[in-house]
């Protein structure tokens, strides 16, 4: 019996000793922040274009899954403090991406949902909010989007 508690405790002791961790609540909410974070950047893309890489708006220059605007390009190169990106750029969705998240993290360091839904369209548009936050909820995930 001795021996069984003694080997018992051997075994336990790489788990005492060892650097892995468990979970905090505070680990939790930033896996869920990037979950809710990645939501909107899909929702954004559905709204926009469909997350069609190719999409062309007849009526501006928005181009891409984000339909960015070109101002949009030379605003993130402007950020970025050099020519980092191209106009071309907006229809690579790795690159469109990049220069989404910069831009962001430039304007809206706290990533709050509102603001990112506001600075991306560049204008207070209550259906625009109200269309992206109804695709975060109940949008269809569409596998185009989640290629980056």
Known sequence: MRKIIVVSILSLFPLLVSDARVPTISDKKEAM????????????????????????????????????LKIYVDEVNRIKGKRAYSYNDR????????????????????????????????????????????NMRYGKEDIRCLLW
């Open 33 to 68: 922040d990037r979950v809710v974070w990645e939501r909107l950047v899909h929702a954004i893309c559905m709204v926009e274009s469909g997350c069609d890489d190719s999409a062309r708006n007849p009526k501006s220059s928005a181009s891409g899954r984000f339909q960015m």
């Open 91 to 134: 229809l690579n969705p790795t690159k469109a991406r990049e220069m989404f998240e910069i831009y962001q993290q430039h304007y809206n360091p706290n990533k709050d949902i509102d603001r990112a839904i506001i600075l991306h369209r560049g204008k207070v548009s209550k259906k625009y909010i109200k269309n992206v936050k109804e």
